[in-house]
């Protein structure tokens, strides 16, 4: 999996290595009751979520990267590609650590893996899943071009498909 650079991120395949920073992200509230990928917020939760991504890459040979700040070197989060099984289509996800939400990081990283899906794995459509109530995401799927195209169930909750064709 390739290494992508922002103008503010580094975005790099998600290691072990990354896993007290990643459980400290997941173990806010806030932060994991924003996810369509129902999580949870424990340390095993954390763990899971993290071999998942991981396996992801594995499988399709692409997934979320970890997000980190250039200036600093902390982990900042994790956005990218994601098609699990059962997945409505070819998404692009983020989720950042709350001391680093409101910094534009999310549609930082989540234009760039717009990019990727489009030129490098070739996607003529690309979506995200985001949970009704969640404002903060719906304004990063529209910076980076999303528009809303329909609502659906996904793993037993009401999600709003956001999306773009090439």
Same mark, same amino acid.
């Given at each position: 999996?390739?290494?992508?650079?922002?103008?503010?991120?580094?975005?790099?395949?998600?290691?072990?290595?990354?896993?007290?920073?990643?459980?400290?992200?997941?173990?806010? %509230?806030?932060?994991?009751? &924003? =996810?369509?990928?129902?999580?949870?917020?424990? @340390?095993?939760?954390?763990?899971?979520?993290? $071999? /998942?991504?991981?396996?992801?890459?594995?499988?399709?040979?692409?997934?979320?990267?970890?997000?980190?700040?250039?200036?600093?070197?902390?982990?900042?989060?994790?956005?990218?590609?994601?098609? %699990?099984?059962?997945?409505? &289509? =070819?998404?692009?996800?983020?989720?950042?650590? @709350?001391?680093?939400?409101?910094?534009?990081? $999310? /549609?930082?990283?989540?234009?760039?893996?717009?990019?990727?899906?489009?030129?490098?794995?070739?996607?003529?459509?690309?979506?995200?899943?985001?949970?009704?109530?969640?404002?903060?995401?719906?304004?990063?799927?529209?910076?980076?071009?999303?528009?809303?195209?329909?609502?659906?169930?996904?793993?037993?909750?009401?999600?709003?498909?956001?999306?773009?064709?090439?």
């Amino acid at each position: 999996m390739v290494v992508l650079e922002t103008e503010r991120l580094v975005m790099r395949p998600l290691t072990g290595d990354d896993f007290d920073d990643y459980a400290r992200m997941l173990a806010d %509230p806030e932060v994991a009751d &924003g =996810l369509a990928e129902s999580v949870g917020t424990s @340390r095993a939760d954390a763990w899971r979520s993290l $071999a /998942t991504f991981i396996g992801h890459r594995e499988i399709r040979g692409y997934s979320h990267w970890a997000l980190v700040e250039k200036a600093t070197g902390r982990f900042a989060g994790r956005a990218g590609p994601w098609r %699990p099984y059962g997945f409505p &289509g =070819l998404g692009v996800g983020w989720c950042l650590a @709350r001391d680093h939400w409101g910094k534009g990081y $999310a /549609t930082e990283a989540a234009r760039a893996a717009l990019d990727y899906c489009f030129g490098t794995l070739g996607a003529t459509e690309v979506i995200s899943l985001i949970l009704p109530g969640n404002a903060r995401s719906v304004s990063v799927a529209e910076r980076i071009g999303h528009s809303h195209l329909r609502d659906t169930e996904y793993r037993g909750q009401q999600v709003h498909v956001y999306g773009q064709r090439r």
